[in-house]
Nanobody, 122 residues
Framework: QVQVVESGGGLVQAGDSLRLSCVVSQRSITDYRLGWFRQDPGKERHFVARINGWGGDIVYADSVKGRFTISNDFARNTVYLQMNDLKPEDTAVYYC???????????????WGQGTQVTVSS
C-alpha cells in the first residue's frame, strides 16, 4: 500500500517562509509524477505545483509562481514545497499527491496524503 505523508505546516506571519515535506513509500519517487494541491474549507482542491520523479517538468500555478519552489530528494524519497513570501491567501490545507500521469488535475493522481495545515496571518 502506497503511503503519502506530508509534514511541515504551521502558523506563520505574512512574508515568512515554510517548507513542506512529503514522503512517499513503497516505490521510488522516480516512478511517480508528484504534485502539491491546496484546499480551503468548503472549496475545491486547487493545483499548486507539480514535478516528475526525476526532478524535471516543473509547473506552478500562477498564484505561487516566483514564491514557491518544488523539488525532490531521491535519497529521502521526499518531495518538498518551499514557500517564501507567504500571504494570507496562501492559507489552506496542503496536500501531496503521487500518480502516473503528468497533470495539474487532481483526478490524475492516485495516492494522497492526509494534508498539512498552513495558516498565514496578516
Amino acid at each position: 500500500q502506497v503511503q503519502v505523508v506530508e509534514s511541515g505546516g504551521g502558523l506563520v506571519q505574512a512574508g515568512d517562509s515554510l517548507r513542506l515535506s512529503c514522503v512517499v513509500s513503497q516505490r521510488s519517487i522516480t516512478d511517480y509524477r508528484l504534485g502539491w494541491f491546496r484546499q480551503d474549507p468548503g472549496k475545491e482542491r486547487h493545483f499548486v505545483a507539480r514535478i516528475n520523479g526525476w526532478g524535471g517538468d516543473i509547473v506552478y500555478a500562477d498564484s505561487v509562481k516566483g514564491r514557491f519552489t518544488i523539488s525532490n530528494d531521491f535519497a529521502r524519497n521526499t518531495v518538498y514545497l518551499q514557500m517564501n513570501d507567504l500571504k494570507p491567501e496562501d492559507t489552506a490545507v496542503y496536500y501531496c499527491a503521487a500518480g502516473f500521469r503528468f497533470s495539474s488535475n487532481k483526478e490524475s493522481y492516485d495516492y494522497w496524503g492526509q494534508g498539512t495545515q498552513v495558516t498565514v496571518s496578516s
